[in-house]
């Protein structure tokens, strides 16, 4: 099976811009988690979707939104971007909900200027 | 909220050496707890897991131990190679679904 891919790879924007990433799932997986990866505070998860809900949030700001499709697949939003947002943005898939195995995506690189 | 304290954040072993990183966890309902290798720029990789039902998992020269009762878990590597060379991640399921990362350990394997 084709693994869990990412779009884009790389992203570089400015303050104030909003960004939207990508993510689809390996064939059959029907969990999207994301998380935010920076090197001072390590991964940190984000939300999960499983079947087009919203199963779980992270401790992360309003500016930061999600949805999935009847596909599975699942995008990211970030309105208003401010430099901290700078990060890797990683998805991980799993075939059922409540993180269990989960298997990551090569990640966005977005950096906000 | 899980946390989960990840030690060291360095370690530095020779070629052949044992390599050990230790992760204690806050939840005591927490149930799944997987390792995650990552090379430099690539995506982390699931490398083991080990349920609250299990005390120790093996897979060829790395286990994986867990202690409920002191909320711990640690990663073994047993005759480390080069490529073993990587940021290592524990991670706690608690009772809210969500998995709670280590801030890794940066192995490094000298030759």
């Known amino acids: 099976k084709a693994g869990v891919t990412q779009t884009p790879r790389y992203l570089i924007k400015t303050r104030g811009q909003q960004v939207t990433l990508s993510c689809s799932p390996i064939s059959g997986h029907r969990s999207v988690s994301w998380y935010q990866q920076t090197p001072g505070q390590g991964l940190q998860f984000l939300f999960e979707?499983?079947?087009?809900?919203?199963?779980n949030k992270g401790n992360f700001p309003g500016r930061f939104s999600g949805r999935q499709f009847s596909n599975s697949r699942s995008e990211m939003n970030v309105s208003t971007l401010e430099l901290g947002d700078s990060a890797l943005y990683l998805c991980?898939?799993?075939?059922?909900?409540?993180?269990?195995?989960?298997?990551f995506g090569p990640g966005t690189r977005l950096l906000v200027l | 909220g899980e946390n989960v304290e990840q030690h060291p954040s360095t370690l530095s072993v020779q070629e052949g050496d044992s390599a050990v990183i230790k992760c204690t966890y806050s939840?005591?309902?927490?149930?799944?707890f997987p390792w995650y290798k990552q090379e430099l720029g690539k995506r982390p990789q699931l490398i083991i897991d080990?349920?609250?039902?299990?005390g120790e998992k093996k897979d060829q020269r790395i286990a994986v131990t867990l202690n409920k009762t002191a909320k711990h878990f640690s990663l073994h590597i047993t005759e480390t190679q080069p490529e073993d060379s990587a940021v290592y991640f524990c991670?706690?399921?608690?009772?809210?679904?969500?998995?709670?990362f280590g801030k890794g350990t940066l192995l490094t394997v000298n030759p």
């Open positions: 979707y499983f079947s087009e809900t919203q199963r």
């Open positions: 991670a706690a399921r608690g009772s809210n679904y969500k998995l709670t």
């Open positions: 991980a898939s799993s075939p059922g909900q409540g993180a269990e195995t989960q298997y």
């Open positions: 080990i349920r609250s039902n299990v």
């Open positions: 939840d005591s309902a927490s149930n799944y």
